[in-house]
């Protein structure tokens, strides 16, 4: 009997090594407290910022909020934890956080690109913020200052407003920079973010280039244009144009990457290198293609290079609206509006539908006035 038993009991246990152990999970619910959750993001650029936070109310407490236990002053020792003192968790809850995808500057300091704890040494007139490289702690009561990634201190503004629910907004924004402001019952607290756009952008397309992107022409040509465009890099985009002709499987010798390379060539001062290019690409091009670029020379004042491409595009083909159009675009630029009538007249004859008839029709009336239509 007594080996039966033992028998049965080794079963039972080697039975029991296979039954999963359950852990108590919560159910989902909304934040403790009456706050809410909430998260805002913005792109400056190609930089890509995300704020995650509780959002506490003010819950009739107008005028008892700052420098209350609600929202302290300073660094205070919050009676938990393993913090010693403790600054403002900057919301309710879990502690604040922001994320930026690429490095940036706040208040003018750099900062890595990451994920951060974010909180607020609270004054009567001024906050220290402060980003912590832990982002997953609950509220302040882990603070730990050796964590700090950075510090900075901004001046307090006052809101005429009441917010009754405590947020972050993007305010003032640039191309390349915008403020974050907390706002909350009638005070406004503002950090500003901003980045260097160009140096990001051309990091991006050098390292987008050298994965699936960079098998294909028209990549090179856009991140070629930036720079033209932006004035930046033009060495580097010059090369990036010369790949996009060139480049083995990849490469494509038309208009398109030609007439970029010519206008960086021409940027770079390299004039007479330009023009060869641009004869080449001239007999590849499209009656729209050499259209847009003898405009684009028409907007740098260079109105002869303009018209006799205006009139190469013409003699393509005399009987098109868009000729026509180009030969008009190009005599007013010279000033020469009765020849651009005559054009304009045809263009109008020619048109493709009411609204180019309409606008045509408007420029021919300008034109008998002595004004320029471009």
């Known amino acids: 009997m007594g080996i039966r038993y033992m028998r049965k009991t080794l079963t039972l246990l080697v039975c029991m090594a296979f039954v999963p152990l359950f852990v108590f999970a919560q159910l989902t619910t909304p934040p403790n407290g009456g706050n809410k959750k909430a998260s805002v993001s913005e792109w400056i650029g190609i930089t890509k910022i995300e704020l995650n936070y509780s959002r506490p109310g003010v819950k009739g407490r107008e005028g008892k909020i700052w420098g209350t236990q609600i929202a302290h002053y300073g660094f205070q020792n919050l009676g938990f934890g393993t913090a010693k003192t403790s600054p403002w968790r900057a919301g309710a809850n879990e502690n604040t956080t922001i994320e930026f995808s690429t490095d940036?500057?706040?208040?003018?300091?750099?900062?890595?690109?990451?994920?951060?704890?974010?909180?607020?040494?609270?004054?009567?007139?001024?906050?220290?913020?402060?980003?912590?490289?832990?982002?997953t702690t609950w509220g302040s009561f882990f603070y730990n200052p050796d964590e700090d990634v950075l510090r900075v201190t901004v001046k307090n503004q006052p809101l005429n407003e009441l917010v009754e629910w405590m947020k972050f907004e993007f305010i003032n924004q640039t191309s390349n920079s915008a403020s974050i402001a907390l706002m909350w019952e009638k005070r406004m607290i503002p950090f500003t973010v901003s980045v260097d756009l160009h140096a990001l952008q051309i990091a991006s397309f050098k390292k987008e280039l050298q994965t699936t992107p960079g098998f294909?022409?028209?990549?090179?040509?856009?991140?070629?244009?930036?720079?033209?465009?932006?004035?930046?890099?033009?060495?580097?985009?010059?090369?990036?144009?010369?790949?996009?002709?060139?480049?083995?499987?990849?490469?494509?010798?038309?208009?398109?990457?030609?007439?970029?390379?010519?206008?960086?060539?021409?940027?770079?001062?390299?004039?007479?290198?330009?023009?060869?290019?641009?004869?080449?690409?001239?007999?590849?091009?499209?009656?729209?293609?050499?259209?847009?670029?003898?405009?684009?020379?028409?907007?740098?004042?260079?109105?002869?290079?303009?018209?006799?491409?205006?009139?190469?595009?013409?003699?393509?083909?005399?009987?098109?609206?868009?000729?026509?159009?180009?030969?008009?675009?190009?005599?007013?630029?010279?000033?020469?509006?009765?020849?651009?009538?005559?054009?304009?007249?045809?263009?109008?004859?020619?048109?493709?539908?009411?609204?180019?008839?309409?606008?045509?029709?408007?420029?021919?009336?300008?034109?008998?006035e002595n004004k320029d239509i471009n």
């Open 104 to 135: 940036v500057m706040v208040e003018g300091k750099p900062i890595k690109a990451g994920k951060y704890g974010l909180f607020m040494a609270l004054e009567e007139n001024e906050t220290t913020i402060i980003f912590s490289s832990n982002s």
């Open 216 to 368: 294909d022409f028209r990549n090179y040509v856009q991140a070629a244009t930036y720079c033209l465009n932006n004035d930046i890099e033009l060495e580097q985009g010059l090369s990036w144009a010369d790949a996009a002709g060139s480049m083995t499987y990849v490469g494509q010798k038309n208009f398109q990457t030609l007439s970029i390379k010519a206008k960086l060539l021409d940027k770079l001062g390299k004039t007479a290198e330009a023009q060869e290019v641009l004869k080449e690409a001239v007999p590849m091009g499209s009656i729209i293609e050499i259209h847009v670029y003898a405009r684009e020379l028409i907007t740098q004042k260079r109105t002869d290079e303009a018209l006799a491409l205006f009139e190469l595009n013409y003699k393509k083909d005399k009987n098109d609206f868009t000729t026509n159009y180009g030969m008009a675009r190009g005599y007013s630029a010279k000033g020469d509006f009765k020849k651009a009538q005559k054009y304009l007249q045809t263009a109008i004859k020619l048109a493709p539908d009411d609204g180019n008839k309409q606008i045509a029709e408007r420029y021919l009336t300008m034109l008998k």
